[in-house]
């Protein structure tokens, strides 16, 4: 498995390349502009050349965006939900412009609205994403389940895709905090092979094409988005070291949302934990 981190583009897109290298970065994770706001940055040819030629360069594949928290492709709010769909085609045309191999999104929120009606929502903003769009994917990403949040079960993320007659540029992202908070244990082997297992058996293993590798600061089922660093939340070393070590994803990118040791952010030092626990394979 490849271990990369969500790095700052701030000042100049191209930097991102630069501040993944210089903390020992084998993949990378970027916003496409402000994570808090529907505003959209307006980048240079330049500055899409220079971002592409450093990263071939420093040899970090993938790359994936993270898309803005503000997208809500569920939103009953007419106004949320066109801005949220504009913001999610914005995040792919520009993985597009960067080769990068996709956005990653959180799908939003239902509300106390059925899952029917919130479905159809989120379907017919993808679709139309995927039209306005040329090659990068859409990775959706799990959720921890309260308030209403969608992808908290595989069903649901299945039921998406099902939907889209499983779109070959849609995907699934797992972000290990948000499974362990919506009460899958993967504190172990035992419960990483059975979350791997359920999420073939509804989902489909082919449909996994990135890793949030983030520790819990919250307890086992606890329906809260909390990162640790690695090691120091609920999950804990034994879990990340059966998470980077299983054959089943040693083919994919984990990227680190941590806070950091120095509370600065995704730092080398989360990232070395990760490479000495790879290096560590289980019987």
């Known amino acids: 498995m490849k271990f990369g981190a969500h790095v700052s583009i701030r000042e100049h897109l191209h930097l ?39 990263r071939r360069v420093a040899g970090l594949d993938p790359l994936v965006a993270h898309g803005a928290y503000l997208i809500n492709l569920a939103a009953s709010d007419p106004l ?29 929120s239902r509300g106390d609205r059925p899952w029917e009606e919130a479905r159809t929502r989120v379907v017919a ?3 139309v994403a995927l039209e306005r769009t040329d090659r990068a994917m859409i990775l959706l990403e799990n959720s921890v389940g309260a308030g209403g949040y969608v992808g908290s079960s595989f069903e649901e993320l299945r ?8 779109h070959r540029r849609v995907g699934i992202c797992l972000d290990s905090a948000h499974l362990f908070a919506a009460g899958w244990d993967i504190r172990t082997r035992r419960g990483v092979d059975a979350v791997i297992e359920a999420f073939d058996d509804t989902v489909g293993l082919k449909r996994l094409k990135a890793l949030h590798l983030n520790d819990s ?36 990118a984990g990227v680190i949302e941590t806070p950091g040791f120095d509370h600065e952010g995704p730092d080398k030092k989360n990232l070395e934990v990760l490479k000495r626990l790879r290096s560590q394979r289980q019987s």
Not at 22 to 42: D, H, K, M, N, Y
Not at 80 to 96: F, G, K
Not at 159 to 166: E, F, H, K, Q
């Open 16 to 54: 991102a390349v630069d501040r993944a290298v210089a903390i020992g970065c084998e993949c990378l994770q970027i916003f496409v502009g402000s994570p808090r706001q529907w505003r959209e940055t307006a980048y240079p040819d330049e500055e899409y050349a220079l971002f592409i030629r450093k």
């Open 80 to 108: 949320i939900y066109q801005r949220s769909t504009a913001a999610l085609i914005y995040a792919v045309r520009v993985m597009d412009r960067l080769r990068g191999l996709g956005a990653i999104t959180h799908i939003g």
């Open 125 to 127: 903003a993808l679709a």
């Open 159 to 166: 039921d998406i895709l099902a939907a889209l007659r499983w």
């Open 217 to 252: 600061a919250v307890r086992l089922g606890a329906r809260v988005d909390r990162h640790a660093n690695i090691g120091e939340g609920y999950i804990g070393r034994g879990g990340f070291r059966a998470l980077v070590n299983h054959p089943a994803l040693s083919h994919l």
